[in-house]
């Protein structure tokens, strides 16, 4: 296994916030206790294996800027084995536990099924050997069904039964290399599984035939004993105009209608939130009020690029938002902070790597300090306690529990009289969450 891709950068430690070391974490202090667990684990950082090793960095305009050395550019599996050495070598330096895949990141397709599966079993074989060496784990995988121009039509939701065999084929394979990964999680993101134009689409057997394939993949979970977790990523557009899982309340819709809810939850990610006209707040709260929050994938958007930009995620009020989420909920079970994030196109050596991550682990060290001094600090949960009060009282128990009528409720009101209103107090509340970003 080779160990010198990243020979002259070192294992990025902790200095505290007075450091002036770049290669070095100001906040993130992996040991550091906030609310009763390490920082590592509230915060649960992976790695994206596609943007780290995978993405070169191109635009619509230009090719690829990033410098991999290690790489030969060809789609062997010895090409396939190096990146895995390189990328291992990259979590242990930068201290990142955690990591996510797809299938056809991590090893390319052979000319039939048989051998591209044959390629991904031995990538995975190398991937758990040095699982078992460095002591990183995996946090979710997931198969490419989006890359390949056979799903140019979309993989369970194509026109074309064949291609939905070969989906399930990828599912299958991707479900036992995570499997054998000792994944805490799964992903579903169908980057295709929407449409461009109605006119050729039939949307009610399109939406049947996903959830064919979730029910399948769920049954097969089952029967290969795979516990971990299976998510649903929401997100609008890009690349189809319009996609099923447009947002998290359109996929709790869609996990209700199919009778999948007990069995997924969502994995939300901050630009598809954006692109789906939200704020990343908001799709947390309505994963979160429906007990459906797995987990996050931590980038963010460009405010003036209407695309997905995938950032790393450096904005404070975004990660202490977010954390005020995740601990609100008791923190992460079986999901964690996946960095779904890409460097710059002018971002392309190879150190900027780890630029990008401390970026990133830093922001969500302080965002994560920052929800857990607004919540210990209790004026903002007391507000909150406050405001929804007369909720507690018998007449709102009795409304909360279904034991009134609306007649009654009249009677009431008549009775009551005109009630007295108090302010949201929005701007104050603003203030006093500032007061903790400093
Ligand atoms: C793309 C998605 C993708 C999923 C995994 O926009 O974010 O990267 O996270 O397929
Ligand atoms: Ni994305
Ligand atoms: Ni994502």
């Given at each position: 296994m080779s160990q010198d891709a990243f020979a002259d950068i070192p294992v990025i430690a902790y200095e505290g916030p007075?450091?002036?070391?770049?290669?070095?974490?100001?906040?993130?202090?992996?040991?550091a206790v906030v609310e009763g667990r390490s920082m590592a684990d509230q915060l649960r950082f992976a790695c994206a294996y596609w943007h780290t090793?995978?993405?070169?960095?191109?635009?619509p305009f230009g090719v690829g800027t990033a410098q991999t050395?290690?790489?030969?550019?060809?789609?062997?599996v010895d090409n396939a084995l190096r990146r895995v050495d390189v990328f291992f070598e990259f979590l242990s330096k930068i201290g990142i536990q955690w990591y996510c895949f797809h299938d056809r990141d991590v090893a390319p397709e052979g000319v039939d099924i048989p051998s591209t599966n044959d390629n991904l079993h031995r990538v995975v074989e190398a991937m758990a050997s040095h699982q078992q060496a460095g002591g990183q784990r995996l946090l979710w995988g997931t198969a490419?069904?989006?890359?390949?121009?056979?799903?140019?039509?979309?993989?369970?939701?194509?026109?074309q039964v064949d291609v939905f065999a070969h989906a399930a084929s990828q599912v299958r394979r991707a479900l036992d290399a995570t499997h054998a990964l000792g994944g805490l999680g799964y992903v579903f993101w169908?980057?295709?599984?929407?449409?461009?134009?109605?006119?050729?689409?039939d949307m009610h057997r399109e939406r049947e035939h996903l959830a064919c394939l979730l029910h399948m993949a769920v049954d097969y979970k089952q029967r290969i004993g795979f516990s971990g977790d299976f998510f649903i990523e929401p997100k609008p557009?890009?690349?189809?105009?319009?996609?099923?899982?447009?947002d998290a309340a359109a996929c709790l819709n869609f996990l209700r209608e199919f009778g999948l809810m007990d069995h997924f939850t969502l994995n939300i990610e901050t630009n598809h939130a954006t692109l789906a006209g939200h704020s990343m707040e908001h799709e947390l709260a309505v994963a979160a009020a429906a007990g459906s929050l797995g987990s996050i994938d931590a980038n963010m958007g460009h405010?003036?690029?209407?695309?997905?930009?995938?950032?790393f995620p450096t904005d404070l009020q975004l990660t202490t938002r977010i954390m005020l989420q995740v601990l609100g909920m008791g923190g992460f079970t079986n999901g964690g902070l996946n960095f779904d994030a890409k460097r710059r196109r002018?971002?392309?050596?190879?150190?900027d790597l780890f630029h990008a991550h401390i970026s990133g682990m830093d922001a969500f060290a302080r965002g994560l300090k920052a929800a857990a001094a607004i919540r210990a600090d209790g004026r903002l949960g007391e507000f909150l306690q406050a405001r929804y009060?007369?909720?507690?009282?018998e007449l709102g128990q009795r409304i909360e529990s279904g034991g009134i009528t609306l007649e009654e409720l009249e009677g009431h009101a008549c009775e009551a009289g005109e009630p007295g209103l108090v302010s949201g107090r929005q701007e104050m509340l603003e203030a006093l969450f500032n007061e903790f970003l400093s």
């Open positions: 007075d450091s002036r070391n770049a290669l070095a974490f100001k906040h993130y202090d992996a040991e090793m995978r993405n070169p960095l191109g635009d050395p290690w790489d030969d550019g060809t789609d062997s490419c069904l989006f890359a390949h121009p056979r799903y140019v039509h979309g993989a369970a939701t194509s026109c169908g980057g295709r599984e929407g449409y461009s134009t109605l006119l050729n689409t557009m890009e690349p189809t105009t319009h996609q099923y899982d447009s405010p003036h690029l209407g695309w997905d930009t995938d950032q002018e971002s392309f050596e190879p150190v009060a007369s909720w507690d009282s």
